[in-house]
């Protein structure tokens, strides 16, 4: 599937439980080496999975960041299986800025991202599935998403013993053409 450049009505300025205002955008290039900071822990300790800069740097468009003035502390990607279903990855969040909602946030914007591509589906496989489910997210078994398993779960050696969750957040054609939520 093709990805068409992010546009800028997906920017947002926020205010919301935060004492300084942060922006989720689209990152620029330069901006690379701060997303893997983000979540080099995780992904070191087995929690996340591993992306590479060259594979960030080309599809720079399938992801946002907060920022704080320069400062990246906050990133989210979108991965998409088809036309119709794409997934939430690489969700995270600096230290120092977690517990004010800007996960959430970082969420309902790939949301969006999500609806400006016309996908119908966002699916999301998590440990922190009370974040996803605040804001509309509901469970589901991850083997009502084959596109899924297949790709990233059988090759993975934590396919037996995987404490992830399963939740589908579904977005449809409102009467007027326009996509809203189910
Ligand atoms: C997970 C993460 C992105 C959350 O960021 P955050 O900005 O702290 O999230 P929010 O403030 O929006 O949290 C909203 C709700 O989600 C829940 N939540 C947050 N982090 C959670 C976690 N790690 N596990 C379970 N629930 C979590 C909380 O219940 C919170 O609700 P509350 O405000 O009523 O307490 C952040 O902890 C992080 O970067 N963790 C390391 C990377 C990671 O694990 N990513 C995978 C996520 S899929």
Same mark, same amino acid.
Request: charged residues 30%.
């Given at each position: 599937?093709?990805?068409?450049?992010?546009?800028?009505?997906?920017?947002?300025?926020?205010?919301?439980?935060?004492?300084?205002?942060?922006?989720?955008?689209?990152?620029?290039?330069?901006?690379?080496?701060?997303?893997? *900071?983000?979540?080099?822990?995780?992904?070191? *300790?087995?929690?996340?999975?591993?992306?590479?800069?060259?594979?960030?740097?080309?599809?720079?468009?399938?992801?946002?960041?907060?920022?704080?003035?320069?400062?990246?502390?906050?990133?989210?990607?979108?991965? /998409?299986?088809?036309?119709?279903?794409?997934?939430?990855?690489? @969700?995270?969040?600096?230290?120092?800025?977690?517990?004010?909602?800007?996960?959430?946030?970082?969420?309902?914007?790939?949301?969006?991202?999500?609806?400006?591509?016309?996908?119908?589906?966002?699916?999301?496989?998590?440990?922190?599935?009370? @974040?996803?489910?605040?804001?509309?997210?509901?469970?589901?078994?991850?083997?009502?998403?084959?596109?899924?398993?297949?790709?990233?779960?059988?090759?993975?050696? /934590?396919?037996?013993?995987?404490?992830?969750? *399963?939740?589908?957040?579904?977005?449809?054609?409102? *009467?007027?053409?326009?996509?809203?939520?189910?």
């Amino acid at each position: 599937m093709s990805i068409s450049p992010v546009v800028s009505d997906t920017d947002k300025v926020m205010h919301k439980k935060t004492k300084v205002d942060l922006t989720i955008r689209t990152p620029q290039e330069s901006e690379v080496d701060s997303i893997l *900071a983000l979540f080099e822990y995780e992904v070191r *300790a087995g929690k996340m999975l591993p992306r590479s800069g060259d594979n960030i740097r080309r599809q720079l468009d399938t992801w946002l960041v907060a920022t704080d003035g320069d400062r990246v502390v906050g990133c989210v990607s979108l991965v /998409f299986f088809d036309a119709g279903l794409c997934e939430v990855r690489s @969700l995270a969040v600096d230290r120092g800025c977690r517990g004010r909602g800007l996960g959430s946030e970082l969420v309902l914007a790939a949301v969006d991202l999500a609806r400006s591509h016309g996908v119908r589906r966002v699916l999301a496989l998590t440990r922190a599935a009370t @974040l996803f489910e605040q804001i509309g997210f509901q469970r589901d078994a991850v083997q009502n998403y084959p596109e899924k398993v297949w790709r990233d779960c059988a090759p993975c050696p /934590f396919r037996n013993c995987c404490d992830e969750v *399963a939740l589908i957040y579904h977005l449809v054609e409102s *009467a007027d053409g326009g996509p809203e939520k189910e």
